[in-house]
Structure formats: C-alpha cells, structure tokens
C-alpha cells in the first residue's frame, strides 16, 4: 500500500471516474491564470490548519491574484457551501460547509469556478493506503508514489 498523488488531472478526467473516497485524503482546485499566478481550494481528511485546532472544511488563497477575483469566488463558494468564513493572512476558510469528496462534486466545483473565472482548472488528488497497481490504471496522468 502507498500514498498516492495525481497532479494535473483535467475536470474531464475527474468527472469520468470514480476512486476509493475512504482513502481520498487531499483534494486541491487550482486555477491557473497564468504562469505566475493562481487559486488554490483545497481540503484535507484530518483538517485545515488554522489556529491551534484545525476546521473541517475548505481553503482557498489567491498567489499573485487581484483581491476582488478572490472575494467573487469566495462569494460563490460561501453561497454554493455555507459554512463560516475564517481569515487568515492570506487564506480563507470555510469552516463546516457542506462538502464531498466524490468525482462529481469536485468536478462540478472546478467548473464552476473556471466558468466564473474564464480560466482553466487543474485537479489533484492524494490517496492513502492504496495499492499502486490500482493506481497506476486509475488515470492516466502523473503520479508520485510514496510507500
């Protein structure tokens, strides 16, 4: 059994397949607005650092993206979720919104936020405690092994 990362998987290749979300452990939208820019919204299993004590919920920053593109889709999040916005630094956070880890979910979300951008998203997934035959075939895309 290893821990699995896939990076650079489009929404089409999320939409399309269903993976194992008892060892789903990391989920990561980042949209790209350029090379030197982006928006991350991410979760984890065990939760999102914020003070002492982590939020179950989600995490989204802006690197070297206009404030109010960050806001709108704060917005959007916080209407389309719920849950209570937290801030900190740069990051913001919606603690007990209602999330899934499923493929459809998380696709839908990374559409709707490229749709509201008018940028293409990425999406990584991290597993735990998966086997690496299974996988190697679940996409086809990049992936680190760690055992």
């Known amino acids: 059994m290893a821990k699995i990362l896939y990076w650079h998987l489009t929404i089409d290749d999320v939409k399309n397949r269903e993976y194992p979300t008892d060892k789903l452990i990391h989920w990561e939208i980042r949209t790209i607005i350029n090379k030197e820019s982006h928006l991350s919204i991410y979760w984890f299993r065990d939760g999102i650092p914020f003070d002492k004590e982590p939020i179950n919920g989600i995490a989204m920053y802006g690197y070297e993206v206009e404030h109010n593109l960050v806001e709108h889709i ?12 937290l801030v900190r630094s740069h990051r913001i956070f919606l603690d007990k919104c209602n999330i899934r880890i499923d ?9 709707k936020v ?3 951008l008018g940028y293409r998203s990425e999406i990584w997934l991290e597993f735990d405690n998966i086997d690496e035959n299974y996988a ?3 996409f086809n895309k990049p992936l680190i092994i760690n055992k």
């Not at 704060?74 to 916005?85: A, C, N, P, Q, V």
């Not at 493929?103 to 559409?111: C, D, G, P, Q």
């Open 74 to 85: 704060k917005d959007i999040l916080h209407k389309e979720l719920g849950g209570d916005i």
């Open 136 to 138: 190697k075939k679940l």
């Open 103 to 111: 493929n459809k979910f998380i696709s839908e979300l990374a559409t």
């Open 114 to 116: 490229s749709n509201e």
